[in-house]
T-cell receptor, first 114, second 116 residues
């Protein structure tokens, strides 16, 4: 079975600083990987996805993520954080043999200091 | 293209009652998944429907059920509500999600269910 670990429950960064959110997955084959963002009381918005090919993927809102098979990681990065980026971020993995099910990490809450 | 819509957005029910939540997927999407989100358990997969058939089910009791209609709209039902069923219920739609490949899921805003 697949699983996802987000080691950081809460991260605080200053506005304008760079950001990296960590995600580690467990799955025997090449996974389908996603990052979502959730604002309070809202649903999840897809930031980016990795299916295959180039291991550095670009997403919306200036986010990017890098897939590293050797480290089973899919870390999310942003070079300069804006106050509006404060939210909860979820990493997820999907597999073709598990129809319709994405397995999510516990999430990382991002606080942005002015 | 309109996004995933869920109704109602908020619900307050009493223990022992039942509730039905509705989800309309993005036009053209045939896969609809349901998730329960709570502070303690995080995002938990309930079930997935594709072409009116339940293809996958998470580890939830039989009180949780669902169905999908021919237009891909989906409903989930929770019978004999318990306090622990209080949660945000999220619906996600996808073009397809299974052996034919994995497609990204698009989430609705959720239905906030409070059981008193």
């Amino acid at each position: 079975a697949q699983s996802v670990t987000q080691p950081d429950i809460h991260i605080t960064v200053s506005e304008g600083a760079s950001l990296e959110l960590r995600c580690n997955y467990s799955y025997g084959a090449t996974p389908y990987l996603f990052w979502y963002v959730q604002s309070p009381g809202q649903g999840l918005q897809l930031l980016l996805k990795y299916f295959s090919g180039d291991t550095l993927v670009q997403g919306i809102k200036g986010f990017e993520a890098e897939f590293k098979r050797s480290q089973s990681s899919f870390n999310l990065r942003k070079p300069s954080v804006h106050w509006s980026d404060a939210a909860e971020y979820f990493c997820a993995v999907g597999v073709p043999t598990n129809a319709g099910k994405s397995t999510f990490g516990d999430g990382t809450t991002l606080t942005v200091k002015p | 293209k309109a996004g995933v819509t869920q109704t109602p957005r908020y619900l307050i029910k009493t223990r022992g009652q039942q509730v039905t939540l509705s989800c309309s997927p993005i036009s053209g999407h045939r896969s609809v998944s349901w998730y329960q989100q709570t502070p303690g358990q995080g995002l938990q997969f309930l079930f997935e429907y594709f072409s009116e058939t339940q293809r996958n089910k998470g580890n939830f009791p039989g009180r949780f059920s669902g169905r999908q209609f021919s237009n891909s709209r989906s409903e989930m039902n929770v019978s004999t509500l318990e306090l622990g069923d209080s949660a945000l219920y999220l619906c996600a739609s996808s073009l397809a999600y299974g052996l034919a490949g994995v497609h990204e899921q698009y989430f609705g805003p959720g239905t906030r269910l409070t059981v008193t």
